[in-house]
């Protein structure tokens, strides 16, 4: 199984990204998955949660009503829909599916 996460990049604060969580040998309808982030020299950060129904998710209270998690009904991908970023949100974002790990997308946000 691989993990392989798309979409990071540069933005202004207020602005908006997209991340993919695109899934290799295996699909996401078997088990819950998650965003987490982190910043260099800090731990790992639990961002959000999807149940592998699709039909349950929630958020750390950092980031709630701002980001959304979604999967495509292939369920090979996951998302995070980023809304009003922050600076504060800059950090590496990494998909995580039971045991597994991506290798994370950096998100910058500037002031």
């Known amino acids: 199984v691989e993990l392989v996460e798309s979409g990071g990049g540069v933005v202004q604060a207020g602005g908006s990204l997209k991340l993919t969580c695109r899934i290799n040998?295996?699909?996401?309808?078997?088990?819950?998955a998650n965003w987490y982030r982190q910043i260099p020299g800090k731990d790992r950060q639990f961002v959000a949660f999807i149940r592998s129904t699709g039909d349950y998710a929630y958020y750390d209270e950092s980031v709630k009503g701002r980001f959304t998690i979604s999967k495509n009904e292939a369920n090979t991908e996951m998302y995070l829909q980023m809304n009003n970023l922050k600076p504060e949100d800059t950090a590496v974002y990494l998909c995580?599916?039971?045991?597994?790990w991506g290798k994370g997308t950096l998100v910058t946000v500037s002031p």
């Open positions: 995580n599916w039971v045991e597994e």
């Open positions: 040998g295996w699909t996401f309808d078997d088990r819950a």
